[in-house]
């Protein structure tokens, strides 16, 4: 079945404690990015990737990091995560990028909690 | 910087129309629409690009005016299974970012 993974799907964690959000997808995709979702403010782009050799800045990239070592993967790293960071998170996928006209494909989410 | 949609809210009957408005301050190079359901991911709907090609595959359809950096989306003979929240994703033309606005809530009733 094509879809895209992550996991955790739940997380509650501390203050400080580095942690790695994974996100994998099976489809061959050359497109993945990560968003986070927090009421009344929609999704919001933390990262993006064209391609393996390709990563930039979404319009919330602070405290964040990601890596796209292979293309399958695309993990989030929070490497001192904070309460302002408590938030659903989404990794999606797409074929060969959005400016294609490419649908994007969601995971599930991981909704995370940082005390 | 996130486009704004409009409105935040909406409730229709089975059979009604609707329309959702999203408008970005950037020159945009193309504007995409999904749907999400409560506790679920985000749903693709449709892609309208500049120059005037469009992509989707429901019964649901937008317009794009590239000079306004508008689009709107049309729910016609709205059904129950439309209820959710549509968010519209801009991307300007100048990058490869794709910003979301927050979201506009529909619910349809019998």
């Known amino acids: 079945e094509a879809q895209v993974t992550q996991n955790p799907r739940y997380l509650i964690t501390v203050t400080g404690k580095k942690l790695t959000v994974t996100c994998s997808q099976n489809?061959?995709?050359?497109?993945m990015s990560w968003y986070r979702q927090d009421p009344g403010l929609g999704l919001r782009q933390i990262y993006y990737?064209?391609?393996?050799?390709?990563?930039d800045k979404g319009d919330v990239p602070e405290g964040y990091k990601v890596s796209r070592k292979e293309k399958r993967n695309f993990p989030l790293i929070l490497e001192s995560p904070s309460p302002n960071q408590t938030s659903l998170y989404f990794c999606?996928?797409?074929?060969?990028?959005?400016?294609?006209?490419?649908?994007?494909?969601f995971g599930p989410g991981t909704r995370l909690t940082v005390l | 910087q996130q486009p704004v949609q409009s409105p935040q809210a909406v409730i229709l009957r089975e059979g009604e129309d609707a329309v959702i408005n999203c408008s970005s301050s950037?020159?945009?190079?193309?504007v995409h629409w999904y749907r999400q359901k409560h506790g679920e991911a985000p749903v693709f709907l449709m892609i309208?690009?500049?120059?005037?090609e469009q992509k989707g595959h429901e019964k649901i359809s937008a317009s794009f005016n590239e000079k306004k950096q508008q689009s709107s989306l049309y729910l016609t003979a709205s059904q129950l299974s439309y209820s959710g929240t549509y968010f519209c994703?801009?991307?300007?033309?100048?990058?490869?970012?794709?910003?979301f606005g927050a979201g506009t809530t529909v619910t349809v009733r019998a």
């Open positions: 999606a996928s797409s074929l060969t990028g959005t400016r294609a006209g490419n649908e994007q494909f």
């Open positions: 489809m061959n995709h050359e497109y």
């Open positions: 990737s064209m391609n393996v050799e390709v990563t």
């Open positions: 950037k020159a945009l190079y193309s």
């Open positions: 309208l690009l500049k120059g005037g």
């Open positions: 994703g801009t991307e300007a033309r100048d990058d490869y970012k794709l910003s």
